[in-house]
């Protein structure tokens, strides 16, 4: 089983659509979460870090649920932009490599 | 520099050839790490120093890949006899410290890769 598991997709949504990406981790000592996004050919960049207590910014929205493993980013008001594949990303603790997710790839259509 | 610099940012090379991959991190920055991405999948994990040692180095597929850092700034990552299995883009990433709260606040920042085609 892989540590950090997501649908790859792809999701074909309209432009202004809700759309929900879900993640789920295999290792329950993990303590830090994060949203990637990447672009096609470039490099991973830091979308949002997730907190328990779930976090918005903007139209995104992330939420950790520690007992289910699980981790969700939902994003309101789709726009074109908004195309890429999102990475799910987790660390197991202070001092250790961040564990990446294949991806969910994610194409906004008008 | 202003962010993570890699080099080359395209590299072809013969089977069975050696090649070096530099990164040279934001300045400051104490931890360095190396990943490998594929087409379709996420970046995996190689290797990650705390200064100038490896910290952890258990992502290496095998001995032909060795990195260093010796003096905890730029990084090489070494590639003996390469295979066409060993095609990928190779990204370097940095952080401020891996002991310190700003990799569970700010993950890492990346370069730009090195695409690796070996032919």
């Known amino acids: 089983r892989k540590e950090v598991e997501q649908d790859p997709g792809p999701f074909n949504v309209p432009e202004g659509a809700t759309v929900a990406f879900n993640c789920t981790y295999s290792?329950?000592?993990?303590?830090?979460f994060f949203w990637y996004r990447q672009d096609c050919r470039k490099e991973p960049k830091l979308l949002m870090s997730?907190?328990?207590s779930g976090n918005e910014d903007g139209r995104f929205t992330a939420q950790l649920n520690r007992a289910s493993q699980y981790i969700s980013l939902l994003i309101r008001d789709s726009k074109l932009s908004d195309s890429a594949t999102y990475l799910c990303?987790?660390?197991?603790?202070?001092?250790?490599?961040?564990?990446f997710g294949a991806g969910t790839i994610l194409r906004v259509k008008s | 520099g202003a962010g993570v610099s890699q080099t080359p940012s395209n590299k072809v090379t013969e089977k069975g050839k050696y090649v070096e991959l530099r990164c040279d991190p934001i300045?400051?920055?104490?931890?360095l790490y190396w990943y490998r991405q594929s087409l379709g999948q996420g970046p995996e994990f190689l290797i990650y120093?705390?200064?100038?040692?490896?910290?952890?180095d258990s992502g290496l597929p095998n001995d032909r890949f060795f990195a260093v850092r010796p003096e905890g700034s730029v990084s090489t990552l070494k590639i003996q006899r390469t295979e066409r299995g060993d095609s990928a883009v190779y990204l370097c990433?940095?952080?401020?410290?891996?002991?310190?709260?700003?990799?569970?606040?700010?993950?890492?920042?990346f370069g730009s890769g090195t695409r690796l085609t070996v032919v």
């Open positions: 990433a940095s952080s401020l410290s891996s002991r310190d709260r700003a990799i569970s606040d700010y993950g890492y920042t």
């Open positions: 290792n329950s000592a993990s303590q830090s």
């Open positions: 997730v907190y328990s």
């Open positions: 990303v987790v660390n197991k603790g202070y001092g250790n490599k961040l564990v």
């Open positions: 300045s400051g920055h104490t931890a």
């Open positions: 120093f705390q200064g100038t040692g490896a910290a952890d």
